[in-house]
């Protein structure tokens, strides 16, 4: 069954540094999504992403987020300066088509602890 | 606006019980899309089901089952004879139509079920 994979699985770092978490969704799928899920909390839309582009985001997702497609199989989110409350689990996704006709898969997550 | 209401933060049953988990969500469109996902300790996202408004017969898969009442905007679920391998979070969610992927979830029910 095909899957959307994430990495880290669990990343610590300190307040105002950079991070990277990498997802690598289906490969013939065209929608690419960020979720947050603080901890204890319920799971919020960060941003769309398609055809290269940002095609919806948050209030959530400020200046110190950004999204890219670097290659063909990659999708990565980067936290510029990170602050103590970006710490949750981020949740990459993505779906094949528009108009949505199926399951949004979700990969396994990434769990970010700023200290 | 869009919203989803999970009224229940927590239940607790007896393996074997049935349970319901309450949905009730609000929106304007006539065209939409509810999910119900599953969120084991292991914290990954667990696709259970997908409906849209059009379609408002019952399901049934194994010992689970939803009911769908578009008068009332309630989209619950049960889980028959309840098993400790049941015990996660479970979030109702609402996807518009026109907007592909961007998924407005509750804030949860966390179900405990005791041996």
């Excluded at chain 1, 990343?11 to 105002?16: A, D, I, L, S, Y």
């Excluded at chain 1, 290269?52 to 936290?79: A, W, Y």
């Excluded at chain 2, 919203?3 to 469109?29: F, G, H, M, N, P």
């Excluded at chain 2, 084991?40 to 399901?59: A, K, M, T, Y």
Aim: net charge negative; charged share 20%; proline share 3%.
């Amino acid at each position: 069954e095909p899957e959307v994979t994430q990495t880290p699985s669990h990343q610590v770092t300190q307040m105002g540094q950079e991070v990277i978490l990498r997802c690598v969704p289906i490969s013939n799928h065209l929608y690419f999504y960020w979720y947050r899920q603080i901890l204890g909390q319920k799971v919020e839309f960060l941003v769309s992403f398609y055809n290269n582009e940002i095609s919806e985001k948050s209030e959530i997702f400020d200046d110190q987020f950004s999204v890219e497609r670097p290659d063909g199989s990659n999708f990565t989110l980067k936290i510029r300066s990170t602050k103590l409350e970006d710490s949750a689990m981020y949740f990459c996704a993505s779906i094949s088509t528009s108009g949505y006709t199926g399951e949004l898969f979700f990969g396994e997550g990434s769990r970010l602890t700023v200290l | 606006a869009q919203k989803v209401t999970q009224a229940q933060t927590e239940i607790s049953v007896v393996e074997k019980e049935d349970v319901t988990l309450d949905c009730v969500y609000e929106t304007r469109d006539t065209t939409y899309y509810l999910f119900w996902y599953k969120q084991p300790p292991s914290g990954e996202l667990v696709f259970l089901i997908r409906r849209n408004s059009f379609d408002e017969q019952n399901e049934i898969s194994g010992r689970y089952s939803w009911n769908f009442q578009k008068s009332t905007s309630s989209f619950n679920f049960t889980i028959t004879a309840s098993q400790v391998v049941d015990s996660a979070v479970y979030f109702c969610a609402l996807l518009r139509f026109s907007n592909t992927g961007k998924l407005i979830f509750g804030q949860g029910t966390t179900l405990q079920v005791k041996p």
